[in-house]
């Protein structure tokens, strides 16, 4: 793989840019692997990098059924924080958000990280109780987050109102080294990382059965025929209870829309990622001007990629409350993706009933934040079989125990 | 937009009047099962890529409960039927037979 650097855009630009090389092979499947890992998505791709860089192992397939970074990895707002309540939340986030401060680095892509900081905003009494609970809570972590006053608020965002009728903003919980990145980056820069070890990235090919022997995992049947494999990562997000399907159990998972929108490019006026959880919506403003919108996800189990259209309508509703200058602006795209629901908003990185079967998923509305440190404790554990302190609390079986990861109510709204 | 008929009232009700409540026909734990029974029936889900029977409430409107058989992929709604089923009646797996011949049924 040729390094990308600042000499090799200008040795490019001297020859009309016509030494690129293709980013990631895209061989044929070999007919056995390692380790194989379905899905294509930035925690699958994570996985199978730090299953080479932490781990040696580099016999590795990943399987993507449509294209890399076409599932949610590439449907997302792009929200980087860590500022959650619970101890293991925080360990794994934290851990996320500081390998997306080196991601370029480690990967030799631009992944435009950028650090412009974070706030969610309180608009209730209980919202301002529960995020300086949550800033307590992450003093003790070691996660640097603040509980702001409005003026405060105010400086880092002009263009909001903070005397609402319903909702005045009461103050915030500020994390100044969250953020946003370029969702693509991410995928393409870890995809030929992985393939410059050696990895074999394959597109278009679907996972259709799993073929398992005296409770071990034998090989995974796909568009592009049989391979086997001792060791099987399901890392498909919305889709992962139908492959737990393939595999004869079932998951603690729900399957439901999330949409997002993006409006016109319009010049530089938010130079933060500001998050309103009471009234459900959040914004961004990309490198382009567009900004960029979220909220809140349907209610009912849903593969269509689509999402209902009042949820938008009370997004937007929100948001031009909160910002009353965006109330003119034109929509450009709206788009959704299927997330997947745990009961206690917290992922699993888990073992399965089938031996040689490693789950990745639940990460739900909230999981492009996690990708590096999701990628790195999954590979951990595919690598071991065991789980390491970082994916040990994030079991299935802490349903069946009772030892929820309970962020339900810091993740009060999608992102 | 979703559109169901609550066979308590009969108002073809939008999505914005129902609440969802999840997969309907789990087999109840109760006191004296396992602790996987209890598992099962708090949390493991079908989530199916296809037919989906679920519960719903008529939240804004009648107020009452009734399962609906739907397609998680076309959303197509194939029936609602009565929240005191124990099981698919045979009326609602034709109707979806008839429309999703290659319908292998529940788990
Ligand atoms: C609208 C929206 C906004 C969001 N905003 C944020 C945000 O601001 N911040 C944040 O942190 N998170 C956010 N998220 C959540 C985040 O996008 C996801 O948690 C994360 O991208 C999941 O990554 P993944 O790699 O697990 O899944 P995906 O990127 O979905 O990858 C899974 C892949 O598996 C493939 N696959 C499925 N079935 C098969 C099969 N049978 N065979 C082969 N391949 C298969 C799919 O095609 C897909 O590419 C948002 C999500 C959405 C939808
Ligand atoms: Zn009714």
Redesign the interface.
Known sequence: MRRYSAFAIAREGLRYHQGWERAWASPEPKKRYDAIVVGAGGHGLATAFYLGKNHGITNVAVIEKGWLGGGNTGRNTTIIRSNYLQDPSAAIYEKSRSLYETMSQDVNMNVMFSPRGVIMLAQTHHEVRGYQRTAHANALQGVETTFIGPQKVKELVPIINLEGPRYPVLGGLWQPRGGTARHDAVAWGYARACSAMGMDIIQNCAVTGIETEGGQVKAVNTTKGRIETGKLALVVAG?S??LA?MAGF??????VALQALVSEPIKPCMDVVVMANTVHGYMSQSDKGEMVIGGGTD??????QRG???HIEETVRALVETFPMISRLKMLRQWGGIVDMT?DRSPLISKTPVGGIFVNCGWGTGGFKAIPGSGWAMAELVAKGEPGPLAADFGIER??EGRFIDESVAAGVAH | MLILTCPCCGIAADETELENGGEAHLKRATVGSSDEAFEAYLFDRANPKGVHFERWRHAYGCGKWFLAARDTVTLEVYATYSGQTPEPPADVVKAIKAKRPDWEGTA
Do not use: A, V
């Open positions: 889709h209870s139908d399907q079932r998951l603690p998972i729900e399957s209610h009912y189990n849903n593969y269509t209902s259209f009042h009961g349903f069946r």
